[in-house]
């Protein structure tokens, strides 16, 4: 029998989706209580993300709402409601606070009464679309007042890590579950690079005729892959090949090899068709090195920016001949480094702030930052956050609208919050050597535009994406938030009921509000209300505000008086 909190309903409100951009608001959800190894979660506070956008207009062709394919024994699938996979309606919602209020029978790792902040990203149980299944997609998200986990999804395999991070009580819901944005950006940052060619990974050897295979030999004798496919033109290529000490398969042509399965690929040559036929045989997490030999490509080539975010493929090259060169510019990590020129692009959005109030706080040498909007309102709400941390931190700090004002200069990293291949390819042209340039935002993965390899080889950028966190990143962000370093609730800009979830949505889609939507769903009736309008509806909350900003204390006077409204 499961252990549980007393005055559990039958049934909550619960916002679903149901197919592509259909969402309602369901007033009479069934609460499912937990079977055996099952938690149920009270949801103290949700905030709204631009993928739960994605989601809403992708539904079933989202690939974190596809099946698990592999990684949990389908028979386990089988018995847990909250796993809702392709056309099953879903509960959107994965940056949550919540209450641990029963759990069942055999369930060894979660208690009663436990207050958690939640990992969403479930990264070894890997969907169809060779994506991960994740809270608030293929499994019930949380923007419902209660939350169905089970503890063979909810717990880390290598480490048997909780995916429910045990956290204070001193805490708002708000800043609790707005971790998890902040926790991508950390990712954003954090997350290592590989520098070398994969070991045990399956390597392609692609030349043009006269071109020497110069640093294969060093590359495979350092890593030494399972496998090398080649596709070479002469037969001093061949040689070379035949004096590695991995035998080297020969193939008959390009278009006949499987897309998507090499870990790396280097080719040697210029030829724009090569380049682009390459591209489609790049496996996730794969690197594609083009080795230029003092040549020029000529043209623009049609890269997969949006696999670079969601696939995690990069992009290396070098106008040298020598293969090995290229992966000596791979930086360890998307981190920060001193003397940076920063531009973020998209500055005055939810996780444009989060950037450039990062940058600002780094501690690094040196840094200065500039954030560009479209918007006035929005840059003037960046404003009002970001230029007195600037002072205090002595960074230089711009913030430009690009209607107004063009940017005639050169950036060494960029910060990408709009999911646009036009602005990628603009950073590239706009890059000063050795410029880091992060595609943070979420280009649908199919995405491919033109770019400038030429400009973007000569001047050893690096282009990389992440999507999501991991229980390292959350934990970092929750030490900074707890010992004072990370405000997060600085990111609020509205908060809402469940009525006012599906408006929340709606502004995140037509960026009317500069900051973060949190959404609390105890809260039944009650609308969307910007901040600078609190005071016109609860002034009482809005005189708890810190200097405008959301707060532990204006939470709690907020869940007083709109429960009798």
Known sequence: MAEAAPSIPKTEYAVQLIGPSK???????????????????????????????????????????????????????????????NEAPTVPGHEVCCRIVAVGSAAKHHKVGERCLVQTDYRTLRTAAESNAAFGYNFEGGLQEYVLMDERVIMEPASGERFLIP????????????????????????????????????LLVVADAGRALEGVQTLVAAHTPASITAFVADDAQKKALSELSVKAELASGLAALPDESFDDIIYF??????????????????????????????????????????????????????????????????????GEKMLVIGAGGPMGQMHVIRAICSGLSNVSVCGTDMDDGRIAALAQKAVPLAKANGVSLRLINTQKEKLQEKFSYFGIMAPVGAIVAAAIKDA?????????????????????????????????????????????????LEAGRLDT??????????????????????RTLAGKIIVYPMLHELGLIPLGELSKRFPTVAEKLQNGVWCKEAEEELLRVAAKT
């Open 23 to 85: 969402l309602t608001l369901n007033r009479e959800k069934p609460v499912v209580m937990p079977g055996p190894t099952q938690v149920l979660a009270k949801v103290e506070a949700v905030g709204l993300c631009f993928s739960d956008l994605k989601l809403l207009k992708q539904f079933n062709s989202h690939v974190r709402k596809v099946p698990v394919v592999r990684g949990i024994d389908q028979k386990v699938l089988s018995e847990i409601p909250s796993y809702v996979p």
């Open 167 to 202: 956290v204070s009580e001193k805490l708002s819901a708000s800043a609790i579950a707005l971790v998890e944005p902040w926790a991508c950006v950390e990712n954003s940052y954090a997350t290592a690079e590989r520098q070398t060619i994969k070991a045990g990974g399956k």
């Open 269 to 338: 040559g210029k030829q724009k068709q090569t380049i682009e036929l390459l591209n489609d045989k790049l496996g996730t997490r794969g690197i594609i090195n083009i080795v230029l030999g003092g040549l020029r490509i000529g043209a623009p080539v049609s890269v997969g920016i949006g696999r670079v975010h969601y696939r995690l493929t990069r992009w290396i090259g070098t106008t040298g001949t020598n293969a090995a060169s290229s992966y000596s510019l791979i930086p360890a990590n998307g981190e920060l480094r001193a």
């Open 432 to 480: 000063a050597p050795g410029a880091l340039i992060n595609v943070f935002a979420g280009i649908p993965a199919p995405t491919r535009h033109d770019m400038d390899l030429d400009t973007y080889i000569q001047n050893g950028c690096f282009m990389f994406g992440t999507s999501g966190s991991v229980l390292s990143d959350m934990k970092t962000c929750l030490r900074k």
């Open 489 to 510: 609730d600085c990111s609020v800009d509205a908060i809402s009921g469940m009525a006012g979830a599906a408006d929340g949505i709606a502004a995140v889609e037509n």
